[in-house]
């Protein structure tokens, strides 16, 4: 592709606007093309919503050096094969796959592109150009995991599950370690529904729930459906999930994991701009600053905001992790010896549930 | 008890939207009319019904408005069908994919953005503990009830209803006796489309009161598969709603309360309806009896000769 003047000076005047970006704007003859591909829509208000803020974050802090591209509602499975090829082609050099289920699609399709940066989230799968990215959203259940301990007058909650992949079978595991040191009574059904999007479902498994005992309900479904349900039936609460939905639960979301993509997305796009970029591997969480709280409700008491916290500032401090043993499955048997912290490879093949879960079928 | 209470009352509110969608099927199917394009009308009706509901806070104006919009999405498939006499399968899942594009365009910047359930119509009884089964609920689950007496009274005792049927039996006789096919086929598929887009807005009104994108989730071919089940006849359709809305729901108490019945793994629930589906069918088709089978011009265009 040849360099037109105008497109020397368009690209030169965004890099002198863009001083972080140094003088290897200069080197790119056009801007860098980033597709981002989502599982759900945009408007969900929840996971795909929030990686949908981080491409937005790109865009605010690298401007004219970046163009970027979304397809939002693609299946997992062939027919992401097809969207992944085609952003390719349309001459993206840098794509985010970003749900669990579009990592085969990725494996498959990035030998033909090797010029091209391909990220996968929560995935496991990694090749010469496809890097891994993930955020330890365990970290923020485990805070919600705190205050549902203190706050729950059954010591029962209900999870609404999407499929049982080790990324959600951590999370239920997490938000059950923390309400159980908390209280050692507690225990946890989940209840999975077989699909990401399906509103109507959600709240009728959160109905279910709540008719059977419990008072506090958390979600790893993409949208808001099971909080407006506790908030109709005026439960002790819930928690938000991939985003800040009180809007939707005013008086029932005590507090809400925010997914924080954008620093993420900006550090990966900035490498490929510098010619840097390599398949990376990271898991970043309240630390990083990529998994965020949402605000604690006015109704949660001091001394649980206290103890929340303190496991928040914890976990960044490193001084608290979760998944330090004694920890039991949910037959008894002791999995993770006392003062052993699961590795991260144990966490990303999660398959079993600790004590306090009465486990699905 | 209470809890036998509580799945009921879940129960009524699955199974509500599948019948309503399902009765106007029925009646575009009695009159030879194969529409497949429920799910998209649905969804048409949801956003059409939330976004007047979000801005006027009056949900009968939003159900009425979810009916216009099915009905208006309808007029589309008639034209197409009717009018120029376009393959009914293909028009009416272009209908669908239309209605899920069409709707999620529309509710784009609907997002973040809650209404309010409809409030019971017997809002001291739906506070019993016992009575609220019967008294539980919201205008559309009586309107689904009343619909299904009133479309058997249509078809079974009524001179225009006779004649729906006729059309949909054999078209070619109805038309050389003097009516006219192809406008009763329009009113039918009108009131098809009314009705899905009642059903599609019952989601943000009586379900979980938001927009998302496709939050149909696939309960318009539920009701398409539902008219089926019932042999084409309201009360049968009745049972059957009410029969597909418990497996809905039981999957989720049975998962939820960890009974024997969680063994069942959740890919066979969402199956039931279907597999129930071919075995009606395959009953049907052992069958010698005509009057359980399917209108005989169900699906065909109507093309007089002359």
């Given at each position: ?141 485990a805070v919600c995991g705190v205050i549902a301990g203190h706050m729950s007058?059954?010591a029962k909650a ?17 938000f059950v370690l923390a309400a159980r040191q908390v209280n050692p009574e507690f225990t946890i ?27 506090i ?87 649980v905001?206290?103890a929340a916290?303190?496991m ?44 306090g ?5 | ?306």
């Amino acid at each position: 592709m040849t360099l037109s003047r105008r497109g020397f000076i368009k690209v030169g005047g965004a890099a002198m606007t863009l001083p972080l970006l140094g003088g290897a704007a200069f080197g790119q003859a056009e801007k860098l093309k980033i597709g981002f591909i989502y599982v759900g829509s945009i408007n969900d208000n929840g996971y795909n919503y929030a990686h949908n803020q981080g491409r937005l974050y790109v865009e605010e802090n690298l401007g004219d050096a970046v163009e970027t591209m979304f397809v939002e509602n693609v299946p997992e499975g062939p027919d992401c094969e097809r969207v992944v090829r085609e952003l390719a082609q349309q001459g993206c050099k840098l794509i985010f796959a970003t749900s669990f289920g579009f990592g085969d699609s990725v494996i498959k399709v990035a030998p033909e592109f090797p010029d091209v940066a391909f990220e996968h989230a929560t995935g496991y799968m990694k090749a010469d150009n496809v890097g891994l990215y993930n955020a330890r959203f365990y970290e923020g259940r485990a805070v919600c995991g705190v205050i549902a301990g203190h706050m729950s007058k059954t010591a029962k909650a209900g999870y609404i599950g999407s499929f049982p992949i080790p990324e959600v079978v951590m999370g239920i595991n997490s938000f059950v370690l923390a309400a159980r040191q908390v209280n050692p009574e507690f225990t946890i059904t989940p209840v999975y529904i077989s699909t990401w999007n399906d509103p109507a479902k959600e709240a009728d498994a959160a109905r279910a729930m709540i008719d059977q005992g419990i008072d506090i309900i958390a979600q790893h479904t993409d949208g808001p459906a099971a909080l407006q349900v506790a908030a109709e039936r005026g439960i002790v609460g819930g928690f938000g999930q991939g985003a800040d939905m009180s809007a939707f639960a005013p008086e029932t979301q005590l507090t809400a994991i925010i997914d924080h993509w954008g620093p993420h997305y900006l550090a990966s796009a900035k490498a490929v701009l510098e010619g840097t970029w390599a398949p990376g591997d990271t898991w970043e969480g309240l630390k990083e600053d990529v998994v965020q709280m949402g605000p604690y409700h006015s109704k949660v008491p001091a001394d649980v905001v206290k103890a929340a916290e303190a496991m928040r500032t914890g976990q960044i401090d490193g001084s608290v992790h979760i998944f330090t043993g004694p920890i039991k499955d949910h037959t008894g048997t002791e999995r993770v010896a006392a003062g052993v912290t699961m590795t991260d490879a144990e966490l990303l093949s999660m398959d079993w549930y600790v004590e306090g879960v009465i486990p699905p079928a | 008890m209470d809890l036998t209470i509580a799945i009921l009352v879940t129960v009524v509110g699955a199974s509500t939207p599948i019948l309503i969608a399902a009765l106007g099927e029925l009646v575009v199917e009695r009159s030879g009319v194969l529409n497949l394009g429920v799910e998209g009308m649905m969804l048409l009706g949801a956003i059409a019904g939330f976004v007047v509901q979000f801005h006027t806070g009056n949900h009968y104006l939003a159900l009425i408005c979810g009916a216009a919009a099915g009905m208006a999405a309808s007029l589309i498939f008639g034209f197409l069908t009717l009018s120029l006499s376009a393959n009914q399968t293909a028009t009416g899942l272009a209908l669908t994919i239309f209605g899920t594009g069409f709707s999620a365009l529309a509710g784009a910047s609907y997002s973040a953005r809650p209404v309010t359930l409809m409030s019971p119509i017997f809002p001291e009884l739906a506070a019993h503990p016992v009575l609220r089964v019967i008294f539980g609920y919201s205008f559309p689950a009586y309107f689904a009830i009343f619909m299904v007496f009133a479309i058997w009274f249509f078809l079974k005792r009524t001179r225009a209803g006779l004649i729906l049927r006729a059309v949909g039996e054999n078209d070619l006789s109805a038309h050389s006796i003097g009516y006219s096919v192809i406008k009763v086929r329009y009113f039918a598929v009108m009131f098809g489309g009314a009705m899905a887009g009642i059903a599609g807005a019952c989601f943000p009104l009586t379900l979980t009161p938001q927009w998302a994108e496709g939050m149909t989730a696939g309960r318009g071919w539920i009701a398409v598969a539902l008219v089926v089940f019932a042999s084409w006849r309201p009360f049968r359709l009745l049972g059957g709603a009410y029969l597909f809305g418990l497996v809905m729901t039981m999957e989720l108490y049975a998962k939820a309360g960890g009974g024997p019945l969680s063994a069942i793994p959740s890919e066979l629930w969402a199956a039931l309806p279907y597999i129930a589906t071919i075995a009606v069918l395959v009953l049907i088709s052992l069958r010698r009896d005509a009057s359980t089978n399917a209108p005989a011009c169900l699906g065909k265009p109507f093309m007089p000769s002359n």
